[in-house]
Structures are given as structure tokens and as C-alpha cells.
């Protein structure tokens, strides 16, 4: 069965220092892996994909295989960067995708 | 110009009524999904549709049922809504074979 796992409800940092939010997954085959963001009272959104390699935002994220990990960095953070972030996945053939369970990030002042 | 519209945005409503949760996406895509988020904001998936054709059902009970007039649209009736019922439900859509989702704006369905 596949999994993702976010192991930070809450991240909390000041602004312009560095972010870094876990993901880990489980999943026998290769996955697709995806970071979403939602902003309070908005609708959740794509911030990027590991198949994309871009950087959105200032945002990066990449997929490490042995560790099975895709955790999302940011080198250094802004206020407007607050929100629920959700780590996610999808096999091949399988069309839904799986999520974390979030983990907020604070950017105070 | 909203990509994926759900209505209503808010739902009260009392135990033991039914209620349905209408949802549209004017993107051309040809999946459609009802993703429910808990009071823990975790999302899980509870149906997909591909052309009109139910292709995900996770473990949702019977009182749930999706249904798809058209490509363009998939609603969740609910019968016999319970207290546990209360969460935001997200409708998304995604382009056949790819499976980045664009998501509704949520609706917040409240039991009493």
C-alpha cells in the first residue's frame, strides 16, 4: 500500500531563515510525487512536481529514492509563505492521489 | 472563470437529513475526484470518475454516492448525514493519464 508522511504538524521559523518540510513515502513501484499548497481560506494548489525539477516560489523538492523521501526547501523564508502544506503521490494506474497529513508552516515576523 | 466550482461553499444541516454537493470544472479534463478533509486536515480520497465511469471507491459507507451527469460535473449525495460526516469536501479534476488535480474551493459540511 502506498503512504506518505509528513512528520511535522506544525513548522515554525522566523523570516529569511531557512525552510525545509519532510515527506516521506512508501511505494513498491516508482511513484510521482507532488508538494500542494493551501493559503488560508483558499483552495489547495499545485506548488511543483518532481518530474518538473523547477523551483516555484523559491520553492525546491527532491526525490531521493534510497531514502524515499521528497522533502520541500526553501533557502530562506517569507511571511507569505505561510500555509498548509501537503506532500502527495501517485503510482502509475492509479489515478488519486494519496496525501500527507499536512504540516503548517509560520513564518513569523 | 473558476476552473473547478463547487456549491455550496457552506452546509449546515441537521442529522439524519440528505444533502447533495454539486460540482463543475470547465477545464476539459476527463477524471474527476471527492476528496473529504478531517478536523486533522487530512485529505483522503473517497471516489474517482473517468468519463463518467466510477474507477476509485475507497471505504465510504453506502450513504455517499457520487454521481456524473457529464464529464463536466460529479456530486456527492449524502443520505442519513451523521455528526461524523462533518469535514470539507474537495472536488478536483486532472487531466486523463496525468494525475496533477486541480481543486475546488472546499465545502464545509457541518452536522448538528
Known amino acids: 500500500a502506498q503512504r506518505v508522511t509528513q512528520p511535522e504538524k506544525l513548522l515554525s521559523v522566523f523570516k529569511g531563515a531557512p525552510v525545509e518540510l519532510k515527506c516521506n513515502y512508501s511505494?513498491?513501484?516508482?511513484?510521482?510525487l507532488f508538494w500542494y499548497v493551501q493559503y488560508s481560506r483558499q483552495r489547495l494548489q499545485l506548488l511543483l512536481r518532481h518530474i518538473s525539477r523547477e523551483s516555484i516560489k523559491g520553492f525546491t523538492a527532491d526525490l531521493n529514492k534510497g531514502e524515499t523521501s521528497f522533502h520541500l526547501k526553501k533557502p530562506f523564508a517569507q511571511e507569505e509563505d505561510s500555509a498548509m502544506y501537503y506532500c502527495?503521490?501517485?503510482?502509475?494506474?492509479?489515478?488519486?492521489?494519496?496525501f500527507g497529513s499536512g504540516t503548517r508552516l509560520q513564518v513569523q515576523p | 472563470d473558476t476552473a473547478v466550482s463547487q456549491t455550496p461553499k457552506y452546509l449546515v444541516t441537521q442529522m439524519g437529513n440528505d444533502k447533495s454537493i454539486k460540482c463543475e470544472q470547465n477545464?476539459?479534463?476527463?477524471?474527476m475526484y471527492w476528496y473529504k478533509q478531517d478536523s486533522k486536515k487530512f485529505l483522503k480520497i473517497m471516489f474517482s470518475y473517468n468519463n463518467k465511469e466510477l474507477i476509485i471507491n475507497e471505504t465510504v459507507p453506502n450513504r455517499f454516492s457520487p454521481k456524473s451527469p457529464d464529464k463536466a460535473h460529479l456530486n456527492l449525495h449524502i443520505n442519513s448525514l451523521e455528526l461524523g460526516d462533518s469535514a470539507v469536501y474537495f472536488c478536483a479534476s486532472a487531466r486523463g493519464g496525468r494525475t496533477e488535480a486541480f481543486f475546488g474551493q472546499g465545502t464545509r459540511l457541518t452536522v448538528v
Open positions: 511505494y513498491s513501484g516508482s511513484p510521482e
Open positions: 502527495a503521490l501517485s503510482g502509475p494506474g492509479r489515478r488519486a492521489l494519496t
Open positions: 477545464l476539459g479534463h476527463d477524471t
